[in-house]
């Protein structure tokens, strides 16, 4: 933990002041304690992540699957290939941009590895990255060069930041994993300075009557069950199924404009196409968290107002690829 953190940390408990118990001389704590200074609870820093949450204790049994299943992602896809996702980032929070982000003070809303906060660095003045899975040990071991980013273990509704205090949110595919998207969105909302920005990418309900009917099911009964390194191993054979329709069919329709009009023809082309240049591991990562999660919300267009419901009037709604939304509120 960079021990500048601090000043924009509070107690869980108490919503106090932290100090650092038992730091080195240096910028850089890798293991100690944080003692909240009105009621005297302790939060650890172990491996360079100050700890807020003990959920393998308190949290119930979903939120910790999900949890498991998405750290077991972030470790086995852990590439962080920076000209890979940079042009996907900026598309899920478009028409946010690298001038936007010069000077501001950003929060990665469920960070995973920390390949956004890697993207972000070099325009922002200061970025946090918080997850409630051990990702963020792997986030932390990516970023910790960078002095300008941080990262801490804690969950999106249970956050130990000081309220108003960010220019920027940003939450991608992480809300709609969570028990109450809209619980969550509320309180990622009380982090916001005043004129403050958020923006929001979830899965849609419209289009997705395949996924709803048909995967969904499969995974809230069998898959997101199963050991991860089970549905590592299924979703493998999926993606060796996938991979090559993707290649021979959508990529050449998606190309040459001569093939233009069977677009209208094959399945799921809006996004299918905006996927069919990954390579195979990203493919193989896709259908994996498809897989794998406990909580899966896939949000209709009315639930997407209702999400935002308390700022209506200050946020946008995008239909993002056909399957999805982008949402953009401001404070
Ligand atoms: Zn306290």
Avoid at 9 to 34: A, F, I, P, V, Y
Wanted: glycine content about 4%; aromatic content about 14%.
């Amino acid at each position: 933990m960079k021990n500048n953190l601090i000043k924009y940390l509070c107690c869980l408990n108490c919503r106090g002041d932290l100090r650092l118990t038992n730091h080195s001389n240096d910028n850089e704590t890798t293991n100690g304690k944080l003692n909240c200074i009105n009621c005297n609870k302790t939060y650890e820093i172990l491996n360079g992540v100050p700890i807020f949450t003990n959920f393998y204790s308190d949290q119930n049994y979903k939120v910790k699957i999900t949890a498991k299943n998405f750290a077991y992602s972030w470790q086995k896809f852990s590439r962080t290939d920076k000209s890979f996702y940079k042009g996907q980032f900026f598309d899920w929070i478009n028409p946010i941009n690298e001038d936007f982000l010069r000077g501001k003070f950003v929060l990665d809303a469920g960070c995973g590895k920390g390949h956004h906060l890697m993207t972000i660095s070099p325009y922002v003045k200061e970025a946090i990255g918080v997850d409630i899975s051990d990702s963020a040990f792997i986030a932390y071991e990516n970023t910790k060069h960078l002095q300008n980013i941080h990262i801490i273990q804690a969950d999106l509704n249970c956050l130990p930041l000081k309220d108003e205090i960010f220019d920027y949110i940003y939450s991608v595919g992480v809300v709609h994993h969570t028990e109450f998207p809209k619980v969550t969105t509320q309180n990622l909302y009380k982090k916001i300075k005043k004129d403050g920005v958020m923006s929001i990418w979830v899965y849609g309900k419209e289009n997705n009557w395949w996924i709803i009917y048909l995967i969904d099911p499969m995974r809230k009964l069998i898959t997101s069950i199963l050991p991860p390194q089970i549905i590592h191993i299924l979703s493998f054979f999926l993606a060796l199924f996938l991979f090559p329709i993707l290649k021979l069919v959508y990529s050449p329709v998606n190309k040459f404009k001569i093939l233009k009009p069977f677009s209208k023809i094959l399945f799921y082309y809006p996004y299918l196409s905006y996927i069919c240049n990954f390579d195979f591991i990203e493919i193989n990562n896709i259908i994996f968290d498809h897989l794998a999660a406990p909580i899966s919300h896939y949000l209709s267009k009315n639930e997407v107002k209702d999400l935002i419901n308390f700022n209506s009037h200050k946020a946008k709604i995008e239909w993002h690829n056909e399957n999805s939304w982008r949402i953009l509120i401001t404070r």
